[in-house]
């Protein structure tokens, strides 16, 4: 089954239960921002919402529209966002500050709210990647999301940087990038202007077919590079240090055992600082993509459930 909501985006779909898909704007800090929400076509009352974010991909074209749909399904209506300077969304192009984006989704989730059929005592977040991290920080800071799906995210920008870099290039070749972005934030300060590189220098990945084929995609649809400024902008954002703050409410971390890009070791790192109530899946296989590719229906299955325990219509008063 195939959702079209423009040229451009596209819900493929397992045969089933039919959803509705419209393109929708809001405003956050002034800034006119795009996103998909996705409704199950049958319904019956206010429905629980949650807010769906991308990873540093940053439009709803890419990871999270998949899953949107199969919850979509299970009752949930789904927005996915375009982050500001991404997708349709206006603002600085491609900057990725996560603390701009956690407002995105705070704003998001106001929208949703102003909706006659969300039920605004139900609200949660959802986000994969960089956006599962964004899902933690939003999460612990808005108390109106009473439940978090985070899926393959990350727990420190720092010491995820450090370790691609190091990993792939040696320790010295960290030293060389944390002196390049302090070049950068010279430049910027005296110009206002600074440099835009491709993805894979922010994130350097050993090559395979999946990482070629991500870098490929990258650079087709964002050929004027990122700026150099978002890595400086992840140094200092830590969501293990955050997490504590979402209990009570609820947190699902979903991750793969083969997971290169984010890996495993970072969803247990914020399992172990996260409160009650808390679950952690740890798949055996799927890579990075995995839970919002392939393994997609598992993935809808565990949140579903999740979900249906701790965000249900009508969870606060």
């Known amino acids: 089954m195939i959702v079209s909501v423009d040229n451009e985006i596209r819900l493929d779909l397992p045969d089933g239960p039919r959803v509705d898909a419209e393109i929708v704007h809001f405003y956050s800090d002034g800034l006119r921002l795009r996103g998909v929400l996705v409704t199950p076509r049958e319904r019956a009352g206010a429905m629980p919402a949650l807010v769906a974010g991308q990873g540093w991909s940053g439009a709803v074209n890419f990871r999270v529209l998949p899953l949107a749909g199969r919850l979509a399904r299970r009752g949930y209506a789904v927005l996915a966002l375009d982050h500001r300077g991404f997708g349709g969304s206006e603002g600085a192009r491609l900057r990725c500050d996560p603390y701009e984006q956690v407002r995105d989704v705070s704003n998001a989730a106001t929208y949703l709210a102003g909706r006659p059929e969300i039920d605004g005592s139900a609200l949660g977040v959802m986000g994969a990647s960089f956006g599962g991290a964004i899902a933690i920080a939003a999460a612990a800071a808005d108390e109106r999301l009473r439940a978090c799906v985070a899926l393959v995210p990350l727990a420190d920008g720092r010491r995820w940087l450090r370790d691609l870099h190091t990993d792939l290039h040696g320790p010295e070749a960290w030293a060389a990038f944390l002196d390049r972005i302090a070049r950068d ?30 870098a490929a995609l990258m650079a087709a649809t964002y050929p004027e590079g990122y700026p150099l400024e978002n890595a400086r902008l992840a140094l200092d954002f830590s969501p293990e ?18 997971d290169t890009v984010i890996p495993a070791e970072h969803a247990l790192a914020l399992h172990a600082r996260a409160g009650e109530p808390k679950v952690l899946h740890l798949l055996p ?4 993509g995995g839970p919002m590719g392939e393994l997609a229906d598992t993935t809808a299955d565990l949140a579903g459930a999740f979900l249906a325990e701790h965000l249900p219509s009508g969870t606060a008063s």
């Open 185 to 214: 934030e010279a430049e910027r300060a005296r110009t206002g202007a600074g440099e835009r590189v491709p993805l894979g220098t922010l994130m350097p990945l050993p090559p395979s077919p999946a990482a070629d084929a991500e």
């Open 241 to 258: 240090r955050l997490v504590p703050a979402i209990a009570p409410r609820a947190l699902c971390l979903i991750t793969t055992s083969d």
């Open 285 to 288: 296989h799927g890579g990075h």
